[in-house]
Every structure is written in C-alpha cells, then in structure tokens.
C-alpha cells in the first residue's frame, strides 16, 4: 500500500462575488479531482488550533501529526532547520522578508506594504540585496549592536538570527496579511527588543531606497525590495518522529523552506526538484515524478504546491484558479494513472493547509475540506471537492490525526 499526501496550499476560501458568489475550488474546472472526491470521502478538517496564527507554519505540523499546542514556538525556527541553522539557548530565528513599499517623502510609518514578497523578486536578487544591506557600515553597525545575522534564502525569505535576545511579550505581524496597509500600527511592538528590530527596519528601508540593484529593478518595471520585515519569532524546537510514531518512510517534495524544515525535523528526506519555485510556475511535473521516485523505495509521500496561497497573497484570482486547475491536470491525474499502472494499491489524502481570502489576501483559520480517496474502493460520498462539500461529510476537529486517517490507524 502506497500513501499520498499532497496539499494545495491555500487553496480554500469564502464565495467570491467576481466568481458569482462561488469559492475558488467550485468555480475552478478540476475534474479528476472531484472523480476522486466522488469515489472517497469529503469532510472538513480544522488545522490551525484556535488561539494559534493561521498560517502554513501550524497548519501543516497540525497535518504531520505534530501539535502546535505543544510544540510550535513561531514560523523561523522550522525555515531555519530547513538550512542546518542551529540555534543556540537564547538565540531567536526571525523570518527576514524583502518587501515592496509604497515609495515617497512620508514617514516612514505613514507608508504602505504593496508586497509580502517585493513582487516575488528573484531568488539570486533576493540573495544580492540583502547580502549588501548587512554589508554596509551603518547597517552593519547597528545589526551587530543587535546581535542579528543574516541567512541567505535565496528567494524573499531570508532567515535572520538574533543572539541572545528577549522576545518576551513581542508582537511581530505577517505582512502578507496586511497588504496595502500603513505599516505603522504593524511595526514590531510589545518589549524593548522590538524596538531594536523596528531601527533595524527604518534603516533598511532608508538604505535600500538609495539601492543600484533597485533603481535597477525599477528601471525594468519592477518592484524594489525598499524593506526587510521581521516576523515569525521563535527559539528552537524539536518534533516528534514521523517514521517512529507512523511507521511508515518517505519523503516530503516541495520548494518552501517551511516544509523543508517540518520534514527534516520529524526525520522524513526532503526532494526539491528541478524548476519547484513555490510560485504558479512551478513545475508540476518534476513534482509529480519526485512522488513516485519516493514510492518506489518508501511507502509514504508528500507534495506541497504553495502556488495558490502565494497567488491569492498577489491579488491574482485568476492564478489561483489556474494553481487549482493544474493540481488536477498536471499532479493529480497523471500521478493516479502512473501508480495504477504500476498496479499499486493507494490512499490519497488532498487538502488545503488553511484558507487564504481572496477578499483580503490574507490567511485565516477554521475547517477546510479534505479528500481522501482509496483506490480499492469504488463508491464514495458522490461529492465534488469544496468547502460545501466538507461541510457535509465527517468533521475532524484536529488535524493531527489526519496521519492517523490516511494510514487507517
């Protein structure tokens, strides 16, 4: 028996009047997909506790059987594992965003953030600009004052780590969740370490106004990456071992750091093939073939597709249709029909992480739907994959145990 995991990140959502009152997933063509959920089962799924952020971070611990309520410290110290970072007693790992701010003579806190991601700039750009931002003297200055360096993530996610630094009581805001929004009241704020982070942040800002590499960008009709933005706060974490507590091995394929960083700390191997970029071009192929690479050696696999969340985040609805679209043509239905061929028997388990509004582009907790289809059953619920699907069928109210639900434990 082969096991699947494969989530769309963000793919739910509330009705959206534009798609004449329908959610993303009901109005998006995705017929293989709804095959499936036809000939399984369609319930709802609650991943992110209440009380904790919604986000990826929780999210997708919640779905590899880890309990955010008792293990989750913040976002970084999960991207950070994904590079071997090691922290140390006291230190705290940041997610170090590059930002697109809306340019002009207002005050710094007067201005608003256009992108969580500077327009999801280049990774080797990305990596540039903010290489020169921590080598300059004045920057440098006070980023040694502050005890914080800088780990390169080769995409608008960096990883900065602070030594020895007192978060207690800090109140640090995902920008993505706040886009197009002054950023004053989002500042750090909370303790007097989040003023050291907010000089940090004016600075960066007032430099990289100044920046070659953004007039570059500009001149090319880009954004400039004017900002870093702190966020994620968190000190070291361990997690529970997935083979150990599942007994089952495998592999978890995607490009985002954070799902690098959850599979290298519950001890599963981490693919990241060729041309997966964590954004609509992403090359579902690659991905696919990595799943069944996996399976022939192991009995479990995961993908993770962040192209719908990162689309609703940049305000493309019709990208987010498209991501969705794409789960069906190019992952789900070429991955079912290799492994039949293969003539193996499997469960797949498809779900979004979370929600991501379209109406704000931002993340948001509560039930999502989930897919779970065995290929040795040929009936099912009779319903197509959606949030009103979800709603109709079993409620399980952790994702925590959905590990247990694929593996039939």
């Known amino acids: 028996m082969k096991y699947i995991l494969v989530i769309g990140d963000g793919m739910a959502d509330d009705p959206v009047p534009e798609l004449g009152g329908k ?3 009901e109005y998006a063509k995705k017929p293989f997909i709804d095959d499936l959920a036809a000939k399984g089962e369609v319930g709802s799924v609650l991943n992110v506790p209440v009380g904790l952020p919604a986000g990826s971070d929780t999210a997708i611990m919640s779905i590899f059987g880890c309990d955010p309520n008792l293990y989750y410290t913040g976002r970084a110290p999960l991207e950070a594992a994904a590079t071997g970072i090691k922290l140390n007693a006291g230190d705290v790992a940041y997610r170090c965003n590059m930002v697109a701010y809306e340019q002009g003579d207002m005050p710094f806190e007067e201005k608003r953030i256009l992108s969580h991601s500077a327009g999801s700039i280049d990774g080797a750009v990305s990596d540039e600009i903010v290489t020169e931002l921590f080598n300059d003297p004045e920057f440098a200055e006070l980023a040694e004052d502050a005890g914080m360096s800088v780990n390169l993530g080769h995409s608008f996610r960096h990883i900065a780590v602070q030594s020895q630094a007192d978060i207690t009581g800090i109140r640090l805001i995902p920008p993505h969740d706040h886009l197009g929004e002054k950023i004053g009241p989002l500042l750090p704020s909370g303790c007097e370490n989040a003023a050291v982070l907010r000089r940090l942040m004016v600075k960066a800002n007032e430099l990289l106004e100044k920046s070659a590499l953004n007039e570059k960008l500009i001149a090319e009709g880009k954004m400039p990456a004017n900002g870093i933005w702190f966020w994620a706060e968190g000190t070291a974490v361990a997690l529970p071992d997935f083979v150990e507590k599942n007994g089952h091995s495998g592999a978890v394929v995607s490009a985002v750091p954070l799902c690098h960083g959850i599979a290298a700390l519950v001890g599963l191997d981490v693919v990241c093939p060729e041309g997966a970029t964590g954004e609509i071009d992403t090359n579902y192929e690659n991905k696919m073939q990595a799943v069944l690479d996996i399976l022939e050696d192991n009995d479990f696999a995961a993908v993770h597709v962040e192209a719908p969340d990162e689309c609703t985040h940049n305000g493309d609805l019709k990208g987010k249709i498209q991501a969705i679209e794409w789960l069906d043509t190019r992952m789900l239905s070429p991955l079912a029909k290799a492994m039949d061929a293969r003539g193996w028997d499997y469960r797949i388990l498809f779900l979004s992480d979370h929600k991501t509004l379209t109406a704000t582009r931002g993340h948001e907790g509560g039930y999502v739907p989930y897919m779970l289809y065995d290929n040795r059953n040929k009936s ?19 994702g925590v145990s959905l590990m247990s639900i694929l593996f039939e434990k």
């Open 380 to 398: 099912g619920c009779g319903l197509p994959y959606t949030e009103a699907s979800g709603l109709k069928g079993p409620q399980v109210n952790s």
């Open 23 to 25: 959610t993303p997933l």
